[in-house]
């Protein structure tokens, strides 16, 4: 079976644009997080979306926004990009209604790498 | 605000040799889980610690959970080259709004 997939690999972005980042969980999966990770740190915690609803939420801006689609995949939107937004944004499925958080493991995809200059 | 803190941040061993590596976390969670990560690459879940006394055991890898203590051990028993990663401990909170918090990260390097 397939795992989590993310698109695109690796984006490069002026600051002030705008990105979307995309993720398809496995395949029955129907929870889907998305977390932030600078380079040297552990991951941050972003979204946790479920059956198309926001279930979690970490410490970021509004210019971080994310949707979950009927087909259970998701996008991460980021707007007016700044410097510090650069880093590998993971996507991580599990297959039951609160993802993670009741024990289930969460299965994380190969990431997307945003450069900001 | 809740903190997850690991030590050792960085961790050099010979191989053959015994090590611990320590998580606290400074709020009430009663699930923790084990992460690693190699460079470049996206994190592989290792353990999933959902108890107070938990103890789950993969090859030489070991992971414990103390929730009184808000500490979780990861201990490795004769490391081997193949261990070399950096392996996170992550807490989740579900009392309210869910949230997920990530450890330091512990860069673990085993010299053959």
């Known amino acids: 079976d397939a795992g989590v997939t993310q698109s695109p690999t690796h984006l490069i972005k002026t600051r002030g644009q705008h990105v979307t980042l995309r993720c398809s969980p496995i395949?029955?999966?129907?929870?889907v997080s998305w977390y932030q990770q600078v380079l040297g740190q552990g991951p941050q915690f972003i979204f946790q979306?479920?059956?198309?609803?926001?279930?979690g939420r970490g410490n970021f801006p509004d210019r971080f926004s994310a949707r979950q689609f009927p087909n259970y995949s998701s996008e991460l939107n980021v707007n007016a990009l700044l410097l510090g937004d650069s880093a590998l944004y993971l996507c991580?499925?599990?297959?039951?209604?609160?993802?993670?958080?009741?024990?289930?493991?969460?299965?994380f995809g190969p990431g997307t790498r945003l450069t900001v200059t | 605000e809740l903190k997850v803190e690991q030590n050792p941040l960085f961790l050099s061993m010979q191989e053959g040799k015994n090590y611990t590596i320590y998580c606290n976390y400074s709020?009430?969670?009663?699930?923790l889980y084990w992460y690693r990560q190699d460079p470049g690459k996206s994190l592989e879940s290792l353990f999933v610690?959902?108890?107070?006394?938990a103890v789950k055991q993969e090859g030489r890898l070991m992971a414990s959970l103390d929730t009184k203590a808000r500490l979780s051990t990861l201990h490795i028993t004769a490391a081997v080259h193949d261990l070399s990663a950096t392996y996170f401990c992550?807490?989740?909170?579900?009392?309210?709004?869910?949230?997920?918090?990530f450890g330091t990260g512990t860069r673990l390097k085993v010299l053959a």
């Open positions: 991580a499925s599990s297959p039951n209604r609160a993802g993670g958080f009741l024990g289930n493991e969460q299965y």
């Open positions: 395949s029955g999966h129907k929870s």
């Open positions: 979306y479920y059956e198309k609803e926001e279930r």
């Open positions: 709020t009430t969670s009663d699930r």
């Open positions: 610690l959902l108890s107070n006394g």
């Open positions: 992550a807490v989740a909170i579900t009392s309210g709004t869910y949230k997920y918090i």
